[in-house]
C-alpha cells in the first residue's frame, strides 16, 4: 500500500512538473522569437577584426548570463536515455533557449547603452552543483555570452 | 577616467603604447540557504533559476572590479583579451574568475 502511494506521488509529480515545465519553455520560445525579431538588424559578429571602414568612436565590454534547469519530468527522460544512451533530445531546447536568452540579454544591454553593433561575440557554459545529493545533482546551467560593443563614428 | 576594457587584442580605434601583463580578479561565492531552497522548487518545473543568474552575475562584476583595480594599481588605463572562467569548486560554491592584459592606449 505504501509503495503504491509512492508512485502515485511520482506520477503525480511527474505530470504536473511536464505540464508546468512545457507551458514554460512555450512561453520561453515565444518571447526570445520576439524580441530576437526585434534585434535582427543589430550586427553581432564573432570575427575579432572590425570591417573595413568602420570607424570607432568608442568601446566597451558587453555581457548578458542566465542560469536555467530543465523540469523534473524531463530529467527524469534524460535519466532514462542515460541507461539507453543517444540523443538526449530533452537537455537540447533547454541549451538552445539559455543561449539564445544569453545573446539576447548582453545585445538588448548594449543597445540600451547606445552601441552599435558587437564584435569578438563569445560564449561559454558552465554546469552548477547542487548543495545537495553530495553535488552530484546539477542545479542548473549557466550560460554566458560576452563580446566588445562599439559605438561608431556617424557619416556627416 | 573608467579603465577600457575589450575582448579583442587591442581597443577598437586605438593602439597600444606599453603592456603591463596579466592583471586577473576572482571571487568565490556560495549562494544562501532561502535562495537555495527557493530555486529547489523552481528547479522542478524548470525555466530561468533568476536567483542564481543573479548571484552569478553579480559575482562576476565583483571579479572584473577586482581585475581593474589591478590594473589601475599599474597605471594602465585599459585591459584587453578579457577572458571568463566559472568553476564548481565545491558544492553549492562556484568561483567566478575574469582576467586579461593590461596595457595603456593612446
Known amino acids: 500500500m ?3 502511494t509512492q508512485l502515485g506521488i511520482t506520477l503525480m509529480v511527474l505530470t504536473v512538473t511536464y505540464l508546468v515545465g512545457s507551458a514554460i519553455e512555450r512561453r520561453h520560445f515565444d518571447s526570445l522569437r520576439k524580441r530576437e525579431a526585434r534585434l535582427r538588424a543589430f550586427p553581432t559578429v564573432t570575427f575579432e577584426r572590425l570591417p573595413e571602414g568602420w570607424q570607432v568612436a568608442d568601446s566597451g565590454l558587453a555581457m548578458g548570463s542566465t542560469v536555467v ?3 523534473y519530468f524531463k530529467r527524469f527522460l534524460a535519466g532514462l536515455r542515460g541507461i539507453l544512451g543517444g540523443r538526449v533530445r530533452s537537455y537540447e531546447p533547454l541549451l538552445d533557449r539559455a543561449r539564445r536568452e544569453a545573446l539576447l540579454r548582453m545585445t538588448e544591454g548594449a543597445v540600451a547603452d547606445g552601441y552599435d553593433a558587437i564584435v569578438n561575440v563569445r560564449l561559454e557554459t558552465s554546469r552548477l552543483a547542487s548543495s545537495r545529493g553530495r553535488g552530484k545533482g546539477t542545479a542548473g546551467v549557466e550560460m554566458l555570452a560576452f563580446g566588445t560593443a562599439v559605438k561608431l563614428v556617424r557619416q556627416p | 577616467m573608467p579603465i577600457l576594457m575589450s575582448n579583442t587584442e587591442t581597443i577598437p580605434g586605438k593602439t597600444i603604447v ?13 549562494k544562501h ?4 531552497i ?13 536567483a542564481y543568474t543573479e548571484l552569478l552575475s553579480d559575482s562576476r562584476k565583483e571579479a572584473v572590479a577586482r581585475m581593474l583595480e589591478q590594473a589601475e594599481s599599474m597605471n594602465a588605463n585599459a585591459v584587453v583579451n578579457v577572458r571568463f572562467a566559472t568553476s564548481s569548486v565545491a558544492q553549492g560554491a562556484a568561483e567566478l574568475f575574469a582576467y586579461g592584459t593590461a596595457v595603456r592606449v593612446q
Do not use: P, Q
Open chain 1, 69 to 71: 534547469s530543465l523540469d
Open chain 1, 2 to 4: 505504501e509503495a503504491l
Open chain 2, 18 to 30: 606599453e603592456f603591463y601583463g596579466v592583471v586577473s580578479g576572482n571571487t568565490v561565492r556560495a
Open chain 2, 33 to 36: 540557504v532561502g535562495r537555495d
Open chain 2, 38 to 50: 527557493m530555486a529547489g522548487f523552481k528547479n522542478l518545473v524548470g525555466g530561468e533559476l533568476a
